[in-house]
């Protein structure tokens, strides 16, 4: 791990991580991406949700906090911190019913607050994350062309710059992975190493 004396310490990459399953491929994917930041020599955290059990509901008592008394919890302070310092999010989780799974829906209401992600100056929306970029990996059980003829694979990516960008995050980028639980294991190899490819060009 590098370390600057003196400035503000930043990481290359934080890979926000959602899936319960060990033996499961987006796991693969998480490993795939450690292996590839670590032979490049990137500074990397993994933020692993179903295993550190995050609480994922914004409450109505939290919600006040942010937006009424300016306050956010210590815990949350902490993730923000950590996406502070990152320059490139990483973000690795399978599509369920059309989304992200619900732990990282919640990873993003409670830490990507006002007042950390964006602001509001003379009547507009401001990012405040414009200095990080963002990678998304996803797994789909549906295939490309499935997805396609509903016009549902450009939603996804839509919806994810309504929600980096509007954070201020110019580069978002995504790579799909369709129909995996159908694929062959030599398809899958050739997924991870795609993956790989796609980190060391971004990161
Ligand atoms: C609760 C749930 C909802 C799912 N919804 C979708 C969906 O909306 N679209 C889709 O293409 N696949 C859907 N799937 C399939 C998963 O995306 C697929 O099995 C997963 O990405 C494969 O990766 P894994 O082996 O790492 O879990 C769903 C799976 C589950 C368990």
Redesign the pocket.
Known sequence: MKVFIGKMFRMDALILYA?P?PT????SIKEATVEKLTSMGKSFQVKNLYSENFYPVLTGEELQDIFVNSKVKEEIKKEQEMIKQSKTIIVIH?????GMPAILKGYIDRVFTYGFAYKEQNGEIVGLLGDKKVLIIN????DEGE?NSFGIKDCFEKIYYSIYGFCGIKEVKSKFLFA??YVSREDRIKMLEDIKRFVEENV
Request: aromatic share 22%; no cysteine.
């Open positions: 899936h399953n499961s491929f987006n796991n399978p599509v369920w019913w059309s797994t789909f059980g549906a997805l995996v639980p």
